[in-house]
């Protein structure tokens, strides 16, 4: 792959990486990957398709021949703006299972690698620092205390006008968590190299800051 500037952000569930991950590459102008969409479309264009979940060779066939367009905020399944649909937790938790599947991960390996354009990419999911990007030159773990990100899942989906419980979603969240982890391909995990940023205790604004700080200083370094 050419060298192209990559910061990989990754992070389990609802711990800000997205909004974190956006806001910088706005700031920096960097091309903004959201691998975790690549994944929820996957399992929406398979639940349309009458595919099954569990069907590792049909879904990583929808993977490969998924039709996806991203233009700006919109993302156009088949031609259809699937933005809101697939940000459900139907999805969310469809797209956590398919992910655990070996021939899919490889089938959308392409796909996310060909984001990184000039002048640079920021791109966030579970694998970006491991599979997808090992060569970025800045890498970070982003999480939060399980107890925070169930917090602003809650007042997201209120926020969204969406019933919630608390319980319910700590439950889904610790599940999720529990999945990606453990599964045998690419497993959520903090790479070697990638700076923690735990923010529990920090607001947006601070965890932009601190990535644009770490960016700053890896310029340098290259520059030194
Ligand atoms: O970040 P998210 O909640 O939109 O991601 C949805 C699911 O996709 C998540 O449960 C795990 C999976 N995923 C993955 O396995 N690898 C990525 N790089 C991004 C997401």
Redesign the pocket.
């Known amino acids: 792959m050419t060298q192209i500037s990559v910061i990989a952000i990754d992070g389990p569930?609802a711990s800000g990486k997205g909004t974190v991950a956006q806001l910088v590459a706005e700031q920096l102008g960097f091309h903004y990957l959201d691998?975790?969409?690549i994944?929820?479309l996957t399992a929406l264009a398979a639940q349309q398709q009458g595919v099954s979940w569990s069907d590792e060779e049909k879904v990583s066939t929808v993977a490969q021949y998924l039709d996806v367009v991203f233009d700006g905020e919109r993302i156009l399944l088949a031609q259809q703006d699937v933005s809101a649909a697939i940000r459900s937790e139907d999805i969310?938790s469809g797209?956590?299972q398919i992910?655990a599947l070996p021939k899919v991960r490889a089938a959308l390996l392409a796909r996310q690698q060909a984001f990184a354009k000039a002048p640079g990419l920021v791109a966030d999911?579970?694998?970006?620092a491991s599979v997808v990007f090992p060569d970025a030159p800045l890498k970070i773990f982003l999480t939060a205390s399980a107890a925070a990100r169930a917090e602003r899942r809650y007042k997201q989906l209120l926020g969204r006008g969406e019933s919630a419980d608390l319980a319910v979603i700590t439950a889904d969240l610790e599940a999720?968590d529990a999945r990606?982890r453990a599964r045998s391909v690419?497993p959520l995990a903090q790479a070697a190299d990638a700076y923690l940023l735990d923010t529990t205790e920090l607001d947006i604004d601070s965890a932009v800051k601190q990535v644009l700080l770490w960016w700053a200083e890896k310029l340098k370094e290259n520059n030194a």
């Open positions: 569930s691998s975790g969409a994944y929820r969310g797209a956590s992910a999911g579970r694998d970006m999720r990606d690419a």
